[in-house]
């Protein structure tokens, strides 16, 4: 697989480790453009953003499909065992390794885990200690549920 996912820079690693939530959430194209630009508006006046790092899909589909158990059982193991490299994840997961690679550079795009590379190992690392999925079931009226994995 080639790996398309840029690399995080050193300062972006360590301001992901200094956060120990990833919200999760499901919201409109429109609604998710309108918060991105709210964010740089804020930046923009340099004030302090202060929000969990959020990940948003546009469907219930896509994050149902995304988020699998089989996918949250592969993030739970890495952050519990830390292993060294994508073989010993594949072992940890009693997975092929080929299958993980690529679910790996899927999460990676998403920014769910990154990557430390030590000469030709590649060690996965979820940053985050608390994954929370926040679904909205009627965003108009500003209703949620939330349910953390």
Do not use: C
């Not at 923009?44 to 969990?52: E, G, L, Q, T």
């Not at 059982?73 to 065992?81: F, K, T, W, Y």
């Not at 430390?116 to 500003?142: H, N, S, T, Y």
């Amino acid at each position: 697989m080639n790996d398309t996912t840029p690399p995080l820079h050193p300062m972006e690693r360590e301001q992901l480790r200094a956060e120990s939530i990833l919200v999760v959430t499901v919201t409109s194209s429109d609604a998710f453009h309108d918060d991105v630009t709210d964010g740089i508006k804020t930046l923009d006046r340099s004030d302090a953003v202060d929000s969990p790092p959020t990940l948003s899909f546009t469907s219930y589909d896509d994050l149902m499909g995304t988020l699998t158990p089989r996918v949250l059982e592969l993030i739970e193991a890495i952050r519990r065992e830390e292993p060294a490299s994508i073989n010993e994840t594949a072992r940890v997961v009693d997975r092929d390794v080929k299958n993980v690679h690529e679910e790996l550079g899927r999460l990676a795009q998403l920014g769910i885990v990154f990557f430390e590379e030590d000469g030709q190992r590649k060690r996965p690392v979820v940053w985050f200690d608390e994954l929370v999925i926040d679904l909205p079931f009627d965003p108009e009226a500003g209703d949620t549920a939330a349910a953390a994995p």
